[in-house]
Structure formats: C-alpha cells, structure tokens
C-alpha cells in the first residue's frame, strides 16, 4: 500500500517571502499522479496543483510549483510571494495510475499547517 | 451543481444516536468518495462509488458506518449508535471518471458526539 509522508506539522512564513512544504511518498509502481491541496479554514480542499508521474517537468501554476524527484520519491510544494491568503492546511495526495476501485482513490498525508506572517 | 454540496454543515449528537450525512456531488460525476479528518489527522477513506458498481466499502471502519448513493447522485452515509470517537469532519468528494484533475470536495460535516 502507498503512504504520504508530510514531516512538517507546522511552518511560518512572512508575506511576499518563499516556502516550502515537504512531502515524500513510498510506493512500488512506476506510473502515478501526486496532488497538492489546500485547505482552508472554511474546511473545503482545493487543488492546488497536481503531477503526472512520467512527466519529468515540474508542474507550475502561477506562484506554486513543484518540486518532484522520481527518484527520491519527494514532491515539494514551493509558494512563491506568499500572501496572507495562502494560510491553510497543505495536504500531499496520491493516486494510482488505475482509474478502478480502491486504486482510484487518494491517499493523504497528515498536512502541514501553514502560517503567513506579517 | 455547481459545487458538492454537504449537509448539515455542523451536528451535534448524542452518545447512541443515529445521525445521517448528505452529500449531493456535482451533476455528471460518476464517482463519489467519503473520507473522515480527525483532529491532527490526514484524510482517512471511507467509502468509494463509482456509477452503478457495487461500492467499496473497505474503509469503513466498522458495521455500525454505512453509505448508499441512490440513483447515481446523492449519497448518504449513516453512522449507527455514535460513539464519541467517530467525532471528526466527514468530507465528501466527487470526480469524473477518470479521476484525471483530482477530487472537488464539498465543505464538510463537523460532527460532535457528546
């Protein structure tokens, strides 16, 4: 079975500075997806940017991005110019590459809860 | 919808009582998912639908957890005779097939047991 490891309970950063969450993973397969969300004190997860394990890119949307290494098996999720809007709870998530029962699902890490500063 | 929708947003409930949550998924999902956050935890999967299939049930974590999804949309999921460790936030998530961009979650069930 995958696990989702994030080590990082809790981090702080000060506005318009840079972070980065941490997150490894430990699974036997060669092709899968890796997902960042945010959650928010109203409670609901929103994506923030997701992986595709065969693409050795790093994913980007505007000021997050991604840091993924295959090999290692980490993928870290860096804010750029964090805003006080950014504070939340960050989950790390998995997901096989079949689309069919269990395998469909996510599997989350425990999430680091970050703090913006001002 | 345009989002999922869960209701109620916060319930209280006494030790032994029954409680049903509801979770309406956004309209063309096929697949439905519930998951349990307890305090300091990650998201711990209860529960999958997808389309007509029989559901997998492999994470709930005993008899008294039940969930049905009638016609393919709205689902409900029950807990019997509450325990003050099923206190925790429910949340539900729906996708496409696929599952290709990932889950949109719903804002979830607080659920206090007293």
């Known amino acids: 079975a995958q696990t989702v490891t994030q080590s990082q309970p809790e981090m702080s950063v000060q506005e318009a500075e840079t972070v980065t969450l941490s997150c490894t993973y430990d699974?036997?397969?060669?092709?899968?997806?890796l997902f960042w969300y945010k959650q928010p004190p109203s409670r609901q997860m929103i994506l923030v940017i997701r992986?595709?394990?065969?693409?050795?890119q790093n994913a980007t949307e505007n000021r997050f991005s991604v840091n993924f290494q295959k090999a290692a098996k980490s993928f870290s999720l860096k804010i750029s110019d964090s805003q006080l809007g950014d504070a939340a709870m960050y989950f790390c998530?998995?997901?096989?590459?079949?689309?069919?029962?269990?395998?469909?699902?996510?599997?989350f890490g425990t999430g680091t809860r970050l703090q913006v500063t001002l | 919808g345009a989002g999922v929708s869960q209701s109620p947003s916060n319930k209280v409930t006494e030790k032994g009582k029954d409680v049903e949550l509801r979770c309406d998924p956004i309209?063309?999902?096929?697949?439905l998912y519930w998951y349990r956050q307890s305090l300091g935890q990650g998201l711990e999967f209860l529960i999958y639908?997808?389309?007509?299939?029989?559901?997998?049930k492999s994470g709930l974590p005993s008899d008294r957890f039940s969930a049905e999804r009638t016609g393919g949309s709205v689902s409900t999921l029950t807990i019997q005779r509450t325990q003050q460790e099923d206190s925790a936030v429910y949340l539900c998530?729906?996708?496409?097939?696929?599952?290709?961009?990932?889950?949109?979650f719903g804002s979830g069930t607080r659920l206090t047991v007293v």
């Open positions: 998530a998995y997901r096989s590459p079949s689309y069919t029962g269990t395998a469909s699902k996510l599997t």
């Open positions: 992986q595709e394990a065969y693409k050795q």
């Open positions: 998530a729906s996708s496409t097939r696929d599952n290709y961009y990932g889950y949109t």
């Open positions: 639908f997808q389309g007509n299939s029989a559901p997998d």
């Open positions: 309209s063309g999902h096929t697949a």
């Open positions: 699974t036997s397969e060669s092709d899968y997806y």
